[in-house]
């Protein structure tokens, strides 16, 4: 970095210590030339400002104009006395009261070419921060390595966070202090950003930007190790996907995955207007969300329900989960793209139970479908049997069972609403009666009316189950 005293040991520039001479060691972000007596509103942090005190006419007249670059928190002042006789009294005073550096400039030395100096030292001390970030990045090109090589190159705490938030990495522990942020490139359905501890000076951007470059290298290489480890269970994913994929091909997939049969596992499936955004979403969701033992995950290609794509999951872990983990996932995966995303989960079980696992797993994302957010997560756990019993079937055969088991009722609103508050109540008249602030009486002669519609005892088991899943499949 350039710092005040590299300045002044600048040969050519011939430079004059009047005050400040513990402050030296500040950073220089760039020079700045000004005339007016107030230059506040113009000011930055890091400044090396340069005046020919054209602004000064008199004892007194220093102090605002000092001020205000202490309070713009400028690195140093450098003053001709050309036009006033030298430099003034009053303006050494002031400098040392509000800790500026003050740096005299020869009568016979232009504004231009100390301008010219100041800017070559500013480029070559960028030009060499940025060649020995790449230096040391040739070494170690891990992303802790980098954010460590970077903060000491720009002397601010780094870190890299993802679009939902999740801290990928960090130079120093603790939570992220954002003065200044630099996209990583690369097209990905979880953009990652630099964040810098720091108001970055014109040689500073070009330092993160070239560090947030070889992040985004060092991402991209990352990605391509993952997925040559989830090569080994690219069998087993294509199996879940494919429902004609028979029970031996499905167990050949699994013991290639290297799963044992006492393992308990999970699976999820994604679908998103993209198979790779698939992916690369349900890795986020898993990543912020679990402590894992074992995952895979990868797309498996083909259009599917109006949708490019769809991901594939399977979690082998003991580890619990969060119980509103769905809740949590739709909440931080909001912040992704403008397209829908929904996620199903099944499990968990054990091994030998993977297929039942991903039939849950494809009926709940069927059920994420019908909600109105554009990013829904479903549960099997969470829909209950009957839910993911309907979830499986067409939809034209869950209308025609509907229709043909309510027959009538949904014609008179109020025994319709009475028969479902009953049946949910578990066919209890008081309960009922309680949730629909009506007599016990009124609850009775109403589920009797609608059994003389329906043609059938509303008090009979088995017909309370016909009648509930009728409901559900017309919801």
């Known amino acids: 970095m350039t710092l005040v005293k590299t300045l002044l040991e600048l040969p050519g520039l011939r430079l004059r210590l009047h005050a400040g001479g513990d402050l030296l060691d500040r950073e220089v972000s760039r020079i700045y030339v000004t ?68 740096l005299e400039v020869p009568a016979d030395l232009s504004f231009a070419v100390i301008t010219e100096q100041v800017v070559l030292a500013l480029a070559a001390e960028t030009d060499g921060a940025r060649k020995r970030l790449l230096s040391a990045a040739a070494e170690d090109s891990s992303l802790p390595a980098l954010l460590t090589y970077g903060a000491a190159e720009l002397g601010a705490d780094c870190w890299v966070v993802a679009a939902t938030g999740r801290v990928v990495a960090a130079s120093t522990p603790g939570p992220p202090r954002r003065r200044a942020a630099v996209p990583v490139g690369g097209r990905h359905a979880v953009p990652w950003s630099l964040i810098v501890d720091a108001e970055l000076s014109p040689g500073g951007q070009e330092v993160a930007e070239e560090l947030a470059n070889l992040v985004g290298l060092a991402r ?22 494919d429902p004609a994929c028979t029970g031996a091909e499905l167990a050949r997939a699994v013991e290639a995955a290297g799963l044992s049969p006492d393992e308990s596992v999970r699976v999820l499936l994604a679908r998103t207007p993209g198979a790779d955004a698939a992916a690369e979403i349900l890795d986020e969701a898993l990543t912020a969300f679990a402590d894992l033992d074992r995952v895979f995950v990868g797309e498996v290609g083909g259009r599917v329900d109006g949708v490019d794509g769809e991901s594939w999951a399977v979690v082998a872990s003991d580890a619990p989960w969060p119980d509103d983990w769905a809740e949590q996932a739709m909440d931080v ?11 199903g989960a099944g499990g968990p079980s054990s091994v030998h139970g993977l297929r039942g696992a991903g039939e849950e797993a494809r009926h709940a994302v069927q059920a994420a479908a019908a909600r109105p957010e554009r990013v829904a997560v479903a549960s099997g756990v969470e829909l209950g049997m009957h839910r993911l019993l309907l979830a499986g079937a067409p939809d034209e055969l869950r209308r025609a069972l509907a229709a043909r088991v309510l027959g009538p009722l949904p014609e008179h609103p109020e025994l319709l609403r009475t028969v479902r508050v009953y049946l949910e109540c578990s066919a209890s ?12 009486n009124t609850l009775r002669y109403r589920i009797a009316r609608a059994g003389e519609l329906l043609g059938v005892d509303l008090t009979d088991f088995r017909t309370q189950v016909d009648v509930y899943l009728a409901l559900s499949a017309e919801s």
């Open 429 to 440: 008249p008081a309960r009922a009666a309680r949730r629909l602030h009506v007599h016990v």
């Open 35 to 102: 005339e007016l007596p107030d230059p506040s509103r113009y000011l930055s942090e890091g400044e090396f400002v340069l005046s020919g005190l054209l602004w000064w006419r008199a004892p007194g007249d220093a102090d605002p104009f000092v001020r205000a670059l202490a309070e713009a928190r400028c690195a140093a002042l450098a003053a001709s006395g050309a036009d006033t006789g030298g430099i003034p009294d009053d303006l050494v005073a002031a400098c040392r009261r509000h800790r500026i550096p003050l």
């Open 333 to 343: 995966l909001s912040v992704l793209g403008s397209g829908r995303v929904l996620i």
């Open 220 to 241: 991209g290489r990352r990605d391509e190790v993952r997925r040559a480890r989830m090569q080994v269970a690219v069998p087993l994913l294509e199996a879940l996907a």
